[in-house]
């Protein structure tokens, strides 16, 4: 099937259900333990720093894309709640390195699993063929993120 919408039409339509489907996902995991006193920005770091950690500051702030000052407050709201811990970088003298502790792994866990849960059982009452489309869909945006990272 060709899509006879341009693509500002598709732009709109997928800019809208990834939104909500976003919040929505938010949302499920709210009821996780832990998972409430995270707002989208400190889970959206958190799950950063548990994938691509231990990094600096200045390295979360890119791949988060906010500024420098943004992401060390971030991370310092992270350290209270004993869900990171800075440590020299022993690349740099003067830099730290910011890991996830244990819980703030543990609450990552929990958190993807609820989301994860919550979206395993509305796929599962789709048909086959949209299960795949929606794989394929997957895929695209993957590949999407990826060339944008990359330029």
Avoid: C
Avoid at 112 to 119: M, Q
Wanted: net charge positive; glycine share 6%.
């Amino acid at each position: 099937m060709v899509s006879t919408l341009a693509p500002t039409d598709v732009a709109a339509r997928l800019r809208l259900a990834m939104v909500r489907s976003a919040r929505r996902l938010r949302q499920e995991a709210l009821g996780a333990e832990g998972g409430a006193e995270l707002s989208p920005t400190l889970s959206a770091a958190l799950a950063t720093i548990v994938d691509r950690g231990p990094l600096t500051p200045s390295e979360l702030a890119e791949r988060e894309r906010v500024r420098r000052p943004s992401a060390t407050r971030v991370v310092a709201s992270l350290e209270r709640r004993a869900l990171v811990t800075r440590t020299p970088d022993p690349d740099d003298g003067r830099g730290r390195l910011v890991a996830a502790t244990a819980e703030g792994r543990a609450l990552m866990r929990r958190l993807r699993t609820r989301k994860n849960a919550y979206l395993a059982r509305r796929l599962a009452r789709l048909e086959p063929d949209e299960l795949e489309t929606l794989e394929r869909a997957a895929g695209i945006l993957e590949r999407m993120l990826d060339e944008e990272g990359r330029a």
